[in-house]
Nanobody, 125 residues
Framework: QLQLVESGGGLVQPGGSLRLSCAAS????????IGWFRQAPGKEREGISC????????NLANSVKGRFTISRDNANSTVTLQMNSLQPEDTGVYYC??????????????????WGQGTQVTVAS
């Protein structure tokens, strides 16, 4: 299993932006699809985005479509989730996950075997 590390979380006002990054420790991410998930307080973890190992296939949940974008830089072994127009309902812990899975349809958490520890995103005024 890969060891993944998320970064870039924090506190932002409604309408603001954050950029989350996912990197692998001691391994490269190329060859793996990367999924982003989030878990709001008191709710189940929700899959919000996925990018294929080459970056040619990308998928976004309806709840974030048009506001979030996912990209990857295999040369630097990082995956980025750019989050714009953030709203309070986007608050939660954001996780990245890796495995050799297709991104269509959007894969659920049981499809991924490697996970990061998560980074907190809080959207509040």
């Amino acid at each position: 299993q890969l060891q993944l590390v998320e970064s870039g979380g924090g506190l932002v006002q409604p309408g603001g932006s954050l950029r989350l990054s996912c990197a692998a420790s001691r391994f490269t991410l190329d060859g793996y699809a990367i999924g982003w998930f989030r878990q709001a307080p008191g709710k189940e973890r929700e899959g919000i985005s996925c990018i294929s190992n080459t970056g040619s296939s990308r998928n976004l949940a309806n709840s974030v479509k048009g506001r979030f974008t996912i990209s990857r830089d295999n040369a630097n072994s990082t995956v980025t989730l750019q989050m714009n127009s953030l709203q309070p309902e986007d608050t939660g812990v954001y996780y990245c996950a890796a495995d050799r899975v297709p991104c269509w349809p959007l894969p659920g958490e049981t499809k991924f075997r490697s996970w990061g520890q998560g980074t907190q995103v809080t959207v509040a005024s």
